[in-house]
């Protein structure tokens, strides 16, 4: 049975299973601090959702919802969806994606947007199931770095 909880606290689970998750996701990313991951859980403006195989069991998965306001809407903003390997196609990815909808709506968001590589192919077809529709614009990153 698939559980989808709100992470409340930065413990050692929760810190770990991110550390645990992360390089299936980005192999360059460093695990986050304690510190960095209860500053997502603190913020008024994120969501950490975390999947269990089962209640009380480990955590599988992950997701980031950021939900803001800009002059034209409340929106929202999916990252960081990490689903562990022995989990995939069991129906956790899209259990996290659903609950971060839901949470989107309960705040008033006009829309929830996400990214996600091309060969991701698996997470693509995730999305398009649920009814995300690919947009026609540019992506562009700019990358700020600390002195």
């Known amino acids: 049975m698939l559980v989808i909880e709100e ?3 930065a413990d050692g689970e929760v810190v770990e299973a991110i550390a645990r998750l992360l390089p299936l996701l980005s192999k360059s990313a460093p695990a986050p601090t304690r510190g960095q ?3 997502v859980i603190d913020s008024p403006a994120t969501t950490l959702f975390i999947a269990r195989d ?3 069991g480990p955590i599988i998965g992950t997701l980031t919802l950021a939900v803001f306001r800009i002059p034209t809407a ?3 903003w999916i990252e960081d969806v990490i689903v562990a390997e022995e989990a995939r196609g069991k129906g956790c990815g899209e259990a996290l994606t659903v609950a ?3 949470a989107a709506r309960a ?3 006009k829309t929830v947007e996400l990214t996600s590589r091309p060969s991701r192919e698996a ?3 995730l999305y398009r199931r649920i009814g995300f529709v690919e947009r026609e614009t540019n992506v ?5 770095t600390q002195p």
């Open 54 to 56: 089962g209640s009380g």
């Open 123 to 125: 997470a693509n077809r």
């Open 107 to 109: 705040a008033g968001a």
């Open 100 to 102: 971060a909808i839901e």
């Open 74 to 76: 409340v929106r929202a």
């Open 37 to 39: 991951v209860s500053e």
């Open 140 to 144: 562009y990153r700019y990358e700020v």
């Open 7 to 9: 992470a409340t606290e």
